[in-house]
């Protein structure tokens, strides 16, 4: 690789100002001015002895061996520009020790001028103190001083003017004072307290204090981003740094209060063409891990650096030689030293790590990656083999076993194979005090016997997970745990304690971007929100947030299933356009997946559609589709609602033997396991189902269930609120009350 050179250079950065809000307009165009940027300044860079180093989106970085041709070449370049539409530039220019390596440039001096071109006027260029001071000795020259920008990620106290000669607009100030340091009295929380208490006096005071209402800042914990790791050895290695780099990240994330970026974000990040800068601000993190590793026969070399993009200092930089059978240790090696030289204290002592077979290990990243990265079954399928294979070598691999379970229950369902494999999981991780992977199992475990309506046990698996997930500060391990608990209380009849536990974890998710969990939490409470408690506007918030986060962690097929209820919650509440958008998008999804569970859904609501267009017949045959879809998931949660539907809307077009036939099969699945958290609804419809069919004695029997549901859920109830909009907000549960209150002559339950 050519080596890496130091050298005092004058880096200009330039930005086309308006150009994302002019590309939503008009991309076509907007891609036409790039080309006319691009033929119009680079001979006019040529020229004045520059090197076009790169383009960033519609910017520029260039470099110049000194001030004077940076500037005149900027200059210039304005000139040039002016008379063109829509091509209004900004100009930022600094000079120091920058380092040049592979036609880029890094450095705390690169990062000035980046921060600087802000302050520029619109057809203005910014300048900072160094070249200021070169420009006051040359008459041609007059500039203005702006200020002191408080610049994040550089470590240097910068003094930024614009030049005012040559015809080039001013920085207006009042546009760029919230971006300057202020000078004399400072709003900081201690003057902030002594007039708080002059004037709110001291009962505001004890809550400004105490629940951090005001000006406190919440203490920020560590953040970082794992970069992709750059493959230094041969094309058919690529899988290694892919799967290594998603390792570290889940490993790192495992224990202690850190912030990682997940993977989904890091790979929509073209960072052939970003600053480590850029890179830093999209994630919102302040340490960037870089690495490389290359492959040879019988060793690996890894290099790797920390930066601090706060300080703009490299914390560390570290290189190994090692031989290749050592290279399952990369991973743990790696996320120890970052935990060090961060002072991640609060985690606790994790296991030995273990060393594998380098073919397990291979075979181990091969099945990750393709499952991963996967579009078929046959993907699936191959992922599985590979997983295989690498548990065949390695019988301790738990990681590969983990996503062998996750195979079998998501992909194969097979629940009960996923959870023979889990339990194998979790005795090697008690032998090996694997806390970390005994945590993820017991999670998963739980969710498993969830699906399988098997709620104590569900239950049991998940405190243990909640229980270890707190005392290793496993964040991500307890916002999954959180999330399976809610669901277990709701589905034995709880709604207020699940619905706040959903609450304060949504807020511990966000916090830790733990996206995945975010986007299922909220979710979850936008749905009690609507169908507990008929506060439809507020669930609709909830649900369009859990959207946005679904898109943020790219996950597709929760995604897939979020969009669909957004749409018809859209659609309920007239929000037509916005709901067909997302239809739009969510339909190509379910083609690419092709998931039973997808497919169960988008039945489902087609019939709610057509249902309340009063088309029965046609409502009956989508509901009967994805009754027939959730057999095939094999996931008796989802059985309820589609079958009663279906049993209801035949007996409503007066086909009373499918009718019939479907409210006897509802009868017998629900005698072998009562119905779930859908209950009443499901209930609901066999009543009406029944009346319809002159089946009296299963009419009541149906309405007997209902209340029975209402009212035990009625109890849980602390908050008498909530009790009353649960009874006699929602329709159906109001209109239940009301019919059983007439075959009691009156008598309300």
Not at 325 to 350: F, G, N, P
Not at 365 to 385: C, F, H, I, Q
Not at 404 to 420: F, N, T, V
Not at 710 to 716: D, V
Request: charged share 25%; hydrophobic share 40%; glycine share 6%.
């Amino acid at each position: 690789m050519p080596e890496s050179t130091r050298k005092l250079a004058a880096i200009v950065f330039t930005d086309i100002v308006g150009f994302t809000k002019f590309t939503a307009k008009n991309e076509p165009a907007a891609l036409k001015l790039l080309e006319t940027q691009r033929s119009l300044l680079k001979p006019i860079v040529q020229s004045h002895g520059g090197e076009w180093l790169k383009e960033l989106g519609d910017g520029l970085l260039l470099s110049f061996e000194n001030i004077r041709n940076a500037v005149d070449a900027a200059i210039e370049i304005q000139n040039a520009v002016s008379d063109i539409d829509y091509l209004d530039l900004r100009i930022g220019i600094h000079q120091g020790e920058v380092i040049f390596s592979n036609n880029d440039v890094i450095g705390d001096d690169v990062n000035i001028a980046a921060r600087i071109e802000p302050f520029a006027a619109t057809g203005g260029i910014a300048v900072s103190g160094r070249v200021n001071a070169s420009l006051e000795r040359d008459p041609v020259f007059t500039t203005k001083h702006i200020g002191r920008p408080a610049l994040k990620g550089v470590s240097q106290k910068i003094e930024v003017y614009c030049i005012t000669s040559h015809g080039l607009p001013e920085t207006d100030l009042s546009s760029v004072s919230a971006k300057l340091e202020q000078e004399g009295f400072q709003w900081n929380v201690k003057n902030s307290l002594g007039i708080a208490a002059s004037m709110i006096g001291l009962f505001m005071l004890i809550n400004f204090m105490f629940l951090r209402i005001g000006f406190a800042d919440e203490e920020k914990i560590p953040s970082i981003a794992v970069l992709l790791m750059q493959n230094n050895g041969t094309k058919e290695d690529g899988f290694w740094v892919k799967g290594i780099t998603e390792d570290v990240i889940i490993e790192l994330g495992s224990a202690g209060l850190i912030k990682v970026a997940p993977m989904a974000m890091i790979k929509k990040l073209d960072q052939g063409e970003m600053t480590f800068i850029q890179m830093a601000d999209k994630l919102d993190v302040r340490h960037l891990l870089t690495s490389s590793l290359k492959k040879d026969v019988n060793e690996f070399i890894l290099r790797c650096q920390l930066l601090d993009m706060e300080t703009d200092e490299t914390v560390f930089a570290k290189k190994w030689v090692s031989p290749l059978d050592s290279i399952s240790m990369v991973t743990r090696l790696l996320s120890d030293l970052i935990r060090d030289e961060l002072d991640i204290k609060d985690i606790i002592v994790l296991s030995n790590p273990v060393l594998f077979e380098t073919d397990a290990y291979e075979m181990y990243l091969r099945g990750k990656v393709t499952y991963e990265t996967r579009k078929s079954e046959a993907d699936v399928l191959v992922a599985k083999a590979l997983l295989e294979d690498a548990i065949s070598m390695e019988p301790e691999f738990l990681l590969a076993k983990i996503i062998l379970a996750k195979i079998y229950s998501r992909e194969m369902q097979e629940p009960q194979k996923s959870i023979d494999i889990l339990k194998t999981i979790l005795a090697q991780a008690k032998t090996n005090n694997d806390q970390i992977i005994l945590g993820m199992a017991l999670r998963v475990l739980g969710g498993e016997y969830y699906e399988l309506n098997d709620y104590d046990k569900g239950d049991q698996y998940t405190d243990e997970a909640i229980g270890i997930s707190k005392r290793t500060n496993d964040y991500k391990t307890l916002t999954g745990a959180l999330n399976n608990k809610s669901t277990f209380l709701e589905a034995k009849g709880q709604i207020e304690k699940p619905l706040k536990i959903m609450l304060e974890t949504i807020d511990l998710a966000v916090k830790t971007e733990n996206w995945s969990s975010a986007s299922i939490l909220s979710y979850n409470a936008g749905i009690i929100y609507i169908q507990r408690f008929n506060l439809v506007e507020r669930g609709l918030e909830y649900i369009g947030n859990a959207y946005e986060y679904s898109d943020r962690a790219r996950e597709n097929f929760w995604k897939a299933i979020i969009s669909q209820e957004y749409a018809y919650y859209l659609g309920v509440t007239d929000q037509l356009k916005h709901a067909k958008e997302i239809l739009n998008e969510t339909d190509q999804l379910i083609k690419e997946l092709n998931h039973p569970l997808l497919n169960f859904q988008f039945h489902l609501f087609r019939g709610h559609n057509l249902m309340n267009d009063k088309d029965y017949s046609a409502a009956a045959r989508e509901f009967e589709q994805s009754y027939n879809f959730a057999k095939k998931a094999g996931i008796r949660q989802f059985f309820w609602e589609p079958l009663g539907y279906a049993s209801r809307c035949y007996a409503e077009t007066e086909d009373k033997v499918n009718a019939a036939l479907l409210f006897d099969e509802g009868v017998k699945i629900n005698e072998e396991k009562e119905a779930n958290n859908r209950a009443i609804l499901f209930y609901n419809n066999m009543t009406i189902t029944a009346n319809i069919l002159n089946r009296d004695k299963d009419e009541i029997l149906f309405l007997e269930k209902a209340m029975d549901k209402i009212n035990k859920i009625s109890k849980s109830f602390e908050n008498p609120e909530l009790k009353s909009l649960f009874r006699n907000n929602v329709p159906i549960n109001r209109g239940l009350i009301e019919k059983w209150a007439k075959v009691n002559k009156g008598d309300n339950a």
